[in-house]
């Protein structure tokens, strides 16, 4: 055995030199020069030679000429001499004579011709090797046409020696020629069948791609059954020397190998040819079971990468009892890998796996660390959109220049400067904050100028005191401070829009009261307050009798709620009726003003808490059907109604808003929330769409969706004109469940986007003082272990927590025994990335 | 002038117990030393009836002695670049709580280790400024227990003084801290000086040999003083040599102190040595010289033959390490609990000797109603956090009271309500600023409630773990549904008198590795319910808690600031939305607005924010970064499609260039996008 193996060593050592010298050869001319007689009588019993005659140097084998001049090194490499005879102009013998016989090349063996071979033939390096060595491996290499010629070789060979078959294309190709050239050196080990017919390869293998070289090993000398073929395995690589030799070197390998030493010190044929090693760790009780389990492996990972049974009872193993594979890779330094696995499939995805073969062999920690990562890439990539648009952004500073910072020191004088003074508080490390700092700039920049309002920030990150203080719970918080009065939060839209209203609108204390008629009209048109008369915004007149006071007491109450939303007034003077009278109301009643239409509306009042006037107040002032946007949505989502949706690209057109508005007027006013959505204002709104549709439908789109209710969507057939006959009609059929949902809304919850480390796993995995339990738990722990440890192998009841403990160790570094019972193995492993080196 | 008012004040408390002899008080406090004061001040401020005792006629009159060579080793950091006052206390190991910025230790002190008459100062300030009720020269010798069924313990405490004055109260906060010298007696200890008296003027030890008995702060300060004038000193102790910064307890020996441990490796004659001093003897030659002898060749020696007759160890064994006379031998042991005057109630001394018995409330293990404050309940921390210095012993006594305030008063816990998508928030905020689960680390936490559904949570500050199982009926707030337990931990297996706390990698950086953080980090544990008492009672012994169900580290960091959105919060927010199922991310009001129309539920940030009106529009600049980051889609971009997608695509560093451009944009460009399809 060993020195067969030194056979191989040194005939590929030989190989390999041959395949490096080719490409070096042919600048110098190597070849023998002699005349007929010179060349005949020097010729060597069993000594073979490839002979040219010419008599001149014609032009048209001038090529021919170069290639085999080519060739003489790489033959030479076989004991194959190359000469060039030259004929004398009167010589007419045999070789010399005929004047055909001059576009040939004749192969001998000492001085018994072997083969002629014409110059076309022999069109390069590699025709001429193949064809050359063809020739003499005659019986080493049967050529067969016919799968009869094949299976006859087989059975003859069943018990006796392996076959290597192989197709070819074509003769005289680069595959051809390694075929030969490994024949050449295992020839008389193995028996090598070539074929060029390609129904050969079909019959032998399954749907093989005949314009490609194959090669097969067929196990025929354990071969006990004539009538089944041999078991094949299939070369995987291309048809080089040095992948057959080392296929036909894999093949030779025992299948199993026994083990018992240290696994780091085995080395077989595998591992020195760059394949992994796969160990089954076996032991007495187990190890008829184990070896045919790897025996059944090895067959499966033939050529892929070698098997060995280690006997854990031989070798004293400090490991889990429950590992039962271990990987060894044919990298130096890449300690062992011992893993738990269920069943052989694993070990071949495992192998065959390249990707991971390929980290495997990795040697570098770097990569390793890579892979790590690779696991994790998600988890730690940010996936919280205001946290991500934050940090791309923190290197930009604000222009915070308009904004007063406080401190603890000053808050309070400060709160006593202008008539109003605007505080942000919020924490300088949170996201929602610093969005809402840079919408506050963007506020400071709309109120420059505007005297009596002052713009000032807390970081209660530098100042938690004051912002304890101020009662400031969550950040961010938005007060508004006004001398003599309490402050008021702000709980609108984190916009700078809404901000910018809010501050505008809170300049006048709510409700406003007003002493004339005069003033009630003025305020109704705008005019008063006259901070706010080129401000638009909607307001309110409550209208009350005298004797109405306890209403009154409520609206004052809701007036101040509503401060900053919406303005308040109120009139209760003797001459109220007029007043009354004018908008078609009895006190007490609203008149409402909305920013979005001239006119006054009257309400009666009839609700008599402050709560209910507040509702009150918020409902009447939601437009009849608005264009909805993603600052009023939430307005119209409180009704908690379906809703009726207009898409369209632009604005809407009027006849569509006319029918639009009565069937909103309608009767079914109540029973739902119609609206439109302009794609230029809104263009999430295209997001909807797709979300209803898959893809955005021909605008514009009449939608329904049941929001809060089993969340159907229906989409309005387009061939029908929006009127408002049609959609009423439509309605209807949807409502007695004619008409098919174009989708469902999901109604899925919000699960979290990505797990969390499961430390409590890693702690667990790394060793006993890194588990944290209970004691009596502790006792139950180990019962258990013990139990799988002496369960078959193959039993794996906590595999994730063994891979969180590989990989628990990978992170360990040097100098730190954290592991207790478990095997040291990941000592030259990656370490985590740590700091104290900087 | 304080004393007239205090007087008073006793005067009328007088009254009001009627024709009863007893003066009578809910509170009673034991010693007007830092614990003691620290409690009154909390007392005060919660409007209790209460009186403090003091033997002396000063506040803190421990420190009006002690240390003997005056310098304080508790670190008085003036700046650390913060204006966080919370922030600032992590580093401000003097100070007591108080709402009053005035009483801050470094306007007392521009010393970093400062004199210790600064403290006796700040105390009786802290006193007078606060207006505290003080008795002082009056020292209690006694304290017996009446059985009274309408008491709020089934008992009274009856407290008397040294002028047979008596008190009583219905509860008893003892602060008299550990006053008690640490005494070991052995033939010859007659010969040895007490810390408490040893002379302090380094002129007194010229020339002298010199050994010390003990291994702490006092042994190692009374050999610095002496350090530069005597021939040698050696130092004998049973245990070996701790280094705080090895084993990151305060109370191990200092480095500042640690100068003989330099002149003892460097071979500069002075040396330590391990021993038992119970097996020690020292006799006094004729020229007054101490010999350390041990004990049993005392026993057997020939009781005639005067101190010729006593065998000295190196009469066997020639190169004894103590063969040399001393001049001196200074006893430096520390200090003790004195039982003296509880009558029993006080039982037989908890595991640590020096130490009265007390459970993790800081109540007696024997008696109801007696608490236990200040460096003498040091035994629920000994050796592991800060309970026994001022540092983390105003953090306990604040929680005591807080107990308190729910047994007696039916004060609940104070908490604060928040909405769950603040409870990352409150986390970060807390590990990055709380003083009290910083320096009381392992052993106050913060406790987090989830109300049931996970839409909110209340959050309790700085619980003592150690009674996690009684959390409902000691807090008066309930845990229906799951708990988290946010601690500071120092990283497993790091610090110990025997470890390498230098070595290489001893750091973490990944918060994936955040689990082997070696040094200070907060650790999130998650309980889907309360412990009980038996799982508190079974956990291992080296951790704070019981087997979580799951458990978070935030990885160390090398500035304590743990507000890295990659590192720290996002991991953070990972934990917490696995452990709550749910989905904690922030959103612009345009993706809830999606969300809104096309799905039937809405994340928690959208619901409690957009859907209440409150959504977070982002400017314009934001939402682009979060478009180009791939987490908010642009649909505005179909509709200019042709030249401005490839744009947006590439990022373009011109991001103002870009937003103006955008409605400027010429109508050709429309076209020529129709052209290219």
Redesign the interface.
Request: glycine content about 4%; overall charge positive; cysteine-free.
């Given at each position: 055995m060993a020195a067969l193996e030194d056979r191989w060593v040194s005939s590929f050592s030989f190989l390999l030199f041959c395949a490096v010298s080719i490409p070096i050869l042919g600048s110098a001319s190597l070849v023998q020069e002699l005349s007929p007689h010179e060349y005949f009588s020097g010729l060597q019993a069993n000594k073979a030679s490839l002979a040219y005659f010419s008599r001149t140097v014609s032009p048209g084998v001038q090529l021919f000429l170069e290639q085999i001049e080519n060739s003489v090194e790489a033959l030479h490499d076989y004991g194959i001499s190359v000469v060039k005879v030259k004929c004398p102009k009167e010589d007419v013998s045999r070789y010399c004579g005929k004047e055909n016989a001059l576009r040939k090349a004749y192969l001998f063996r000492g001085n018994v011709l072997i083969r002629e071979f014409p110059t076309d033939a022999l069109f390069d390096v590699n025709s001429i090797v193949a064809n050359v060595l063809f020739a003499l491996l005659f019986h080493e290499v049967k050529y067969v046409e016919t799968l009869t010629d094949l299976q006859n070789i087989e059975n003859a060979l069943k018990g006796k020696s392996n076959m290597v078959f192989a197709y070819v294309p074509a003769t005289g190709t680069a595959e051809h020629r390694a075929v030969m050239e490994v024949a050449f050196v295992y020839g008389t080990v193995h028996q090598f069948v070539l074929t060029t017919e390609a129904t050969l390869l079909k019959d032998a293998g399954n749907d093989p791609d005949v314009s490609s070289a194959q090669l097969l090993f067929c196990h025929c000398q354990q071969a006990t059954d004539l009538a089944q073929p041999c078991r094949r395995t299939p070369l995987e690589h291309d048809l080089t020397v040095l992948n057959i030799h080392r296929h036909l070197k894999l093949m030779g390998a025992p299948l199993v190998t026994e083990v018992a030493e240290d696994p780091e010190k085995v080395s077989t044929v595998h591992l020195q040819l760059g394949l992994p090693l796969v160990f089954i760790l076996s032991q007495k009780e187990t190890y008829e079971a184990d070896r045919r389990t790897a025996e059944f492996l090895a067959w499966k990972l033939l050529g892929k990468a070698g098997v060995a049974i280690l006997s854990r009872d031989v070798v004293d193993l400090n490991i889990l009892r429950r590992s039962n594979i271990a990987l060894k890779t044919p990298d130096e330094g890449v300690p062992i890998k011992y893993l738990v696995l269920e069943d052989t499939e694993e070990v071949i995805t495992l192998v065959e796996d390249k990707s991971k073969v390929k980290q495997i062999q990795e040697n570098e920690d770097e990569d390793e660390e890579d892979e790590d990562e690779k696991e994790n890439d998600d988890q730690d990539v940010q996936d919280d959109q205001v946290v991500e648009a934050v940090s791309r952004d923190k290197k930009r500073e604000l222009p915070l220049d308009q904004i007063l910072t406080l401190t603890e020191e000053t808050f309070h004088s400060a709160m006593l400067e202008a008539a109003q003074t605007v505080v942000l508080f919020y924490a300088s490390w949170e996201a929602v904050s610093l969005v809402v700092l840079q919408s506050y700039t963007e506020v400071a920049d709309h109120l420059k100028g505007t005297q009596g309002i002052l713009l000032s920030r807390v970081n209660c990150w530098d100042w938690p005191g004051v912002c304890t203080m101020e009662n400031v719970t969550q950040f961010p918080t938005i007060k508004i401070y006004k001398k003599g009065e309490q402050p008021i939060t702000y709980n609108g839209m984190l916009g700078t829009e809404e901000l910018t209203s809010f501050i505008m609108l809170s300049q006048v204390s709510c409700p406003l009261k007003l002493a004339t008629i005069d003033e009630a009209e003025r305020y109704l048109s705008g005019e008063l307050p006259s901070e706010l008369s080129s401000y638009q915004h909607s307001l309110v007149l409550g209208v009350f009798s005298t004797a109405t006071s306890k209403v009154r007491e409520a609206f004052t109450e809701a007036g101040s709620i509503l401060s900053g939303h919406v303005t308040t007034g109120i009139y209760f003077e003797d001459d109220v009726l007029a007043l009354s009278h004018k908008y078609a109301v009895s006190p007490p009643a609203l008149l409402l003003a909305r920013s979005s239409s001239q006119s006054v509306e009257g309400i009666s009042l009839s609700k008599q808490s402050a709560q209910d006037i507040v509702q009150m107040i918020r409902y009447e002032l939601l437009d009849v059907f608005p264009e909805i946007t993603v600052q009023n949505l939430p307005h119209y989502l409180q009704l908690r109604k379906p809703f009726l949706i207009f898409f369209s690209d632009g604005d809407i057109g009027q006849i569509e808003s006319k029918e639009m508005l009565k069937l909103a007027k309608g009767r079914s006013q109540q029973a739902f929330v119609s609206c439109w959505l302009n794609l230029k204002n809104t263009p999430v709104g295209r997001g909807v769409l797709k979300a209803y549709f898959a893809t955005i439908p021909s605008l514009p789109a009449l939608v329904w969706v049941n929001l809060h209710a089993g969340g159907q969507v229906f989409k309005f057939p387009s061939e029908q004109s929006i009127t408002e006959m049609n959609i009423l009609s439509w309605l209807e059929k949807l409502k007695a469940g004619l008409e098919i949902p174009s989708s469902t809304l999901s109604e899925e919850d919000w699960k979290p986007p990505l797990p969390a480390y499961n430390f409590l796993q890693m702690m667990e995995a790394a060793g006993p003082e890194f588990t944290l339990h209970t004691s009596s738990h502790q006792e139950d722990r180990r019962e258990q272990q013990q139990l799988e440890g002496s369960e078959e192998k193959a039993t794996v009841r906590e595999e994730p927590i063994e891979e969180a403990r590989v990989k628990a160790e990978k992170a360990q570094g040097p100098g730190r025994d954290l592991r207790g019972t478990a095997p040291r193995l990941a000592g030259r492993e990656k370490q985590a990335r740590r700091h104290s080196e900087l | 002038m304080a004393r007239g008012l205090f007087l008073r004040l006793v005067l009328s408390a007088l009254c009001a117990a009627g024709a009863a002899a007893f003066l009578y008080h809910d509170y009673c406090v034991l010693g007007a030393g830092p614990a003691g004061l620290q409690a009154a001040y909390f007392l005060q401020r919660a409007g209790r009836d209460y009186v403090v005792f003091e033997r002396s006629h000063a506040p803190g009159s421990f420190f009006a002695i002690y240390p003997r060579h005056r310098k304080l080793i508790s670190i008085n950091k003036r700046h650390t670049g913060?204006?966080?006052?919370?922030f600032n206390l992590r580093h401000d190991w003097n100070s007591l709580l108080s709402h009053e910025p005035r009483l801050l230790f470094r306007r007392y002190s521009r010393q970093f280790f400062p004199h210790a008459d600064a403290m006796v100062r700040y105390l009786e300030d802290f006193a007078a400024m606060l207006g505290l009720r003080i008795r002082y020269d009056t020292a209690i010798v006694h304290v017996t227990l009446e059985k009274d069924p309408r008491a709020w313990n089934g008992h009274y405490f009856v407290l008397s003084d040294q002028n047979r004055q008596s008190y009583k109260c219905s509860c008893l906060l003892v602060a008299t801290g550990t006053w008690v010298p640490n005494v070991v007696n052995f033939p010859g200890s007659e010969y040895v000086e007490g810390y408490e008296t040893v002379s302090t003027n380094p002129e007194d030890f010229a020339g002298q040999t010199v050994l010390i008995l003990g291994r702490g702060n006092s042994a190692f300060e009374t050999a610095e003083n002496i350090l530069g004038v005597t021939n040698f000193i050696h130092m004998v102790s049973r245990s070996r040599v701790r280094l705080s910064w090895a084993t990151h307890y305060v109370g191990d020996l200092r480095a500042i102190n640690n100068g003989l441990l330099d002149t003892y490796q460097l071979k500069s004659l002075d040396g330590l040595l391990e021993g038992d001093l119970e097996d020690l003897a020292i006799v006094k030659d004729k020229k007054g010289k101490l010999h350390i002898t041990l004990r049993f060749y005392l026993e057997n020696r020939n009781t005639s033959a005067g101190i010729d007759g006593i065998t000295l160890p190196q009469d066997e064994l020639d190169n004894f390490a103590t063969r040399a006379p001393y001049d001196r031998v200074i006893r430096c042991l520390g200090w003790k609990f004195d039982f003296s005057i509880y009558n029993r109630m006080m039982p037989g001394r908890g595991n640590k000797s020096k130490y009265p018995q007390i459970k993790p409330s800081y109540e007696s293990r024997g008696t109801r109603g007696l608490f236990v404050l200040g460096t003498a309940s040091h035994s629920v921390d000994f050796r592991k956090s800060a309970g026994g210095f001022i540092h983390g012993f105003r953090y306990t006594t604040r929680a005591v009271h807080r107990l308190l305030e729910n047994r007696h008063h039916g004060v609940p816990w104070p908490s604060?309500v928040?909405?769950i998508t603040?409870l990352t928030?409150s986390i970060?905020?807390r590990v990055?600023?709380a003083s009290g689960l910083y320096q009381m680390f392992s052993v106050l936490a913060d406790i987090i409630l989830l109300r049931e559904n996970a839409t909110a949570f209340e959050y309790l500050e700085e619980y003592p773990v150690g009674i996690l199982a009684e959390l409902e009926t000691q807090t008066g707030r309930k845990a229906p549904a799951g708990l988290f337990v946010v601690i500071m931990e120092y990283g497993?297996?790091f610090s110990g008198d025997d470890k390498d706390v230098f070595?290489?990698?001893?750091?973490?950086?990944?918060?994936?590795?955040?689990?082997?953080s070696n040094f200070l980090h907060p650790v999130i544990y998650y309980y889907k319910r309360l412990p009980t008492e038996r799982?508190m009672r079974?956990?291992?012994p080296d951790?704070p808690l019981?087997?979580?169900d799951?458990?978070?580290?935030i990885v160390e960091d090398?500035l304590t600031d743990w507000?890295a959105?990659?590192a720290h919060?996002?991991?953070l927010?990972?934990?917490l939305?696995?452990c709550l199922?749910?989905?904690l991310?922030?959103?612009?009001?345009?993706?809830c607005?999606?969300f809104?129309?096309?799905?039937?539920?809405?994340?928690?940030f959208c619901q409690q924010?957009?859907?209440?009106?409150?959504?977070?529009?982002?400017?314009e600049?934001?939402?682009r970064?979060?478009v180009?980051?791939g987490?908010?889609?642009?649909?505005?971009v179909?509709?200019f499609s042709g030249d401005k997608l490839p744009d947006s695509r590439q990022g373009s560093h011109d991001q103002l260039l870009r937003d103006h451009v955008i409605p400027l944009r010429p109508l050709h460009h429309l076209v020529n996008a129709k052209d290219e399809f």
């Open positions: - | 913060k204006s966080n006052s919370e604060a928040y909405p603040q928030n970060i905020k990055n600023e497993r297996n070595y290489y990698n001893r750091a973490v950086g990944e918060a994936q590795h955040a689990w082997q799982e079974l956990h291992p951790w019981p087997r979580p799951a458990i978070h580290h090398f507000t959105p990659n919060i996002l991991p927010r990972r934990f939305e696995n199922s749910t989905d991310r922030n959103f612009f009001a345009e993706s607005f999606l809104a129309l096309t799905r039937q539920k809405l994340p928690p924010g957009y859907a209440r009106m409150q959504g977070l529009t982002g400017s600049r934001l939402r970064h979060a180009e980051a987490l908010l889609e642009d649909y505005a179909t509709d």
